[in-house]
């Protein structure tokens, strides 16, 4: 089931922490989040899974800033989020998503535990501009079944800020060779 806006309201400082608050961002079954100030853009021509990847940032101005298709940005919620006993889950908004902007790429559900600010993985269909403090995005809490195993990653967890993927981290570099040589990569095939 998803909480209602009022049972959103009745579980903050328990379930849900939510920094800053405004009742103003409070939907019918969700709470509106806002965009940071703060961009990343990935600078790499070609992107490495298995490696960290070197990223600029960029800090949107007061009088906006043009994003344009074709290009990842990495944004952030204003807000930190504390989700227990619940599935946070990321959404785009109805305004936003009308403007062609999208704000996660495949992956906005969040784990029960998670702490931390979201990261935004925003794309657009045509140039747009766009203003730090808006409400970019909405949080949807999901009630669950069974027992609870609160996420606990060395990726995500307790983030300060705009992270770009960790996944690098989960790979042992031995056995990512492995699997590149079993699927004929490399120069030969096992
Ligand atoms: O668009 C999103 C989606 C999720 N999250 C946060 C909440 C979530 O709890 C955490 C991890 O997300 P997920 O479990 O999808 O990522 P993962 O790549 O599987 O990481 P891990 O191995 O740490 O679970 O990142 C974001 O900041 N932005």
Known sequence: MILTGKEIKKRLGTDIII???????LNPNSYNLCLHNELMVYEEIVLDMARPNRLG???????????????????RTTER??????VPLLEGRSSIGRLGISVHATA?????????YWTLEITVAQPVRIYAGIPICQIIYHTVEGEIVEYNSDK???????????LFKELDPNENRQMRLSFGEEGSRE
């Open 19 to 25: 920094e800053p608050y405004h009742e103003k961002y």
């Open 57 to 75: 940032k960029y800090v949107i101005p007061e009088e906006g800033m043009v994003l344009h298709p074709g290009q990842l940005y990495l944004g």
């Open 81 to 86: 989020t504390e989700t227990h006993n619940l």
């Open 108 to 116: 906005g559900v969040g784990d029960i535990g998670f702490c931390g």
């Open 156 to 166: 995500y967890q307790n983030n300060k800020g705009i992270q770009p993927s960790l």
